[in-house]
């Protein structure tokens, strides 16, 4: 870890920057789940009306869903990484924070297409323990059990903030050079997403498979009709 007080300012930057994306995304950025559904019939061909209907859908459909997702989601952060990026450490706030949001809404997007919508105060804790641990954060039984969801999520929005901080801040003090850091940025944001898809699409997974064993949901028949590329 650099120490330096370049270190230290950029990872205060940096844990600035995800919390104000995370409460941001908290407060103002939900997915509208009917929506998704109805993007998911119509362009992989899901034959689902709600979240709930994901659980009667083959385990590989939703998992090749869940690849497109994190695929297209990469792109696009790789894409405002390498634009924004190009002004150094002046862009890294508006960026962080922009980063923030795109990761939030692909695990809302991954909760929906394992079945859980996030419509309850319950689904939404569940929805922001996702997150920790897609961050690699341990919130601890006690913390998800005792706390609220007003109390709940800014708690894990300031462990995930920090946590985020302490790991990335060397990686970013590169784009304090200006241009260079364009590259930078579309590298770093391109890998954040795979990190952050990987771990939540691990977490989704297993709770549904939980899910269907505890309902002893039956095995479904392949969909009849090739699912289509994202």
Same mark, same amino acid.
């Given at each position: 870890?650099?120490?330096?007080?370049?270190?230290?300012?950029?990872?205060?930057?940096?844990?600035?920057?995800?919390?104000?994306?995370?409460?941001?995304?908290?407060?103002?950025?939900?997915?509208?789940?009917?929506?998704? *559904? @109805?993007? =998911?019939?119509?362009?992989?061909?899901?034959?689902?009306?709600?979240? %709930?209907?994901?659980?009667? #859908?083959? +385990? &590989?459909?939703?998992?090749?869903?869940?690849?497109?997702?994190?695929?297209?989601?990469?792109?696009?952060?790789?894409?405002?990484?390498?634009?924004?990026?190009?002004?150094?450490?002046?862009?890294?706030?508006?960026?962080?924070?922009?980063?923030?949001?795109?990761?939030?809404?692909? *695990? @809302?997007? =991954?909760?929906?297409?394992?079945?859980?919508?996030?419509?309850?105060? %319950?689904?939404?804790?569940? #929805?922001? +323990? &996702?997150?920790?641990?897609?961050?690699?954060?341990?919130?601890?039984?006690?913390?998800?059990?005792?706390?609220?969801?007003?109390?709940?999520?800014?708690?894990?929005?300031?462990?995930?903030?920090?946590?985020?901080?302490?790991?990335?801040?060397?990686?970013?003090?590169?784009?304090?050079?200006?241009?260079?850091?364009?590259?930078?940025?579309?590298?770093?944001?391109?890998?954040?997403?795979?990190?952050?898809?990987?771990? &939540?699409?691990?977490?989704?997974?297993?709770?549904?498979?939980?899910?269907?064993?505890?309902?002893?949901?039956?095995?479904?028949?392949?969909?009849?009709?090739?699912?289509?590329?994202?």
């Amino acid at each position: 870890m650099d120490w330096s007080p370049r270190g230290v300012k950029a990872r205060k930057t940096l844990v600035k920057a995800v919390e104000a994306g995370l409460t941001r995304a908290y407060s103002s950025v939900k997915l509208d789940s009917a929506a998704y *559904l @109805q993007y =998911l019939r119509r362009a992989h061909r899901l034959p689902v009306e709600s979240a %709930d209907d994901m659980f009667h #859908l083959p +385990v &590989a459909a939703l998992d090749h869903v869940a690849e497109q997702t994190i695929k297209t989601t990469r792109k696009i952060a790789a894409l405002e990484g390498a634009g924004v990026g190009m002004g150094g450490l002046l862009t890294v706030l508006p960026d962080m924070s922009f980063l923030a949001v795109v990761a939030m809404r692909m *695990l @809302q997007k =991954l909760s929906l297409i394992y079945g859980f919508d996030y419509a309850t105060d %319950d689904e939404i804790v569940q #929805l922001w +323990v &996702a997150a920790a641990t897609a961050a690699g954060v341990d919130l601890g039984r006690d913390l998800i059990e005792k706390e609220v969801v007003e109390r709940f999520v800014p708690r894990v929005v300031e462990r995930v903030a920090a946590k985020l901080g302490v790991e990335i801040a060397e990686k970013w003090t590169a784009r304090l050079i200006p241009v260079v850091s364009g590259a930078i940025g579309a590298t770093l944001n391109y890998y954040f997403i795979k990190e952050w898809g990987r771990r &939540a699409q691990a977490h989704f997974r297993a709770r549904h498979l939980h899910h269907r064993r505890m309902a002893s949901l039956p095995e479904p028949y392949p969909l009849r009709k090739p699912l289509l590329p994202a």
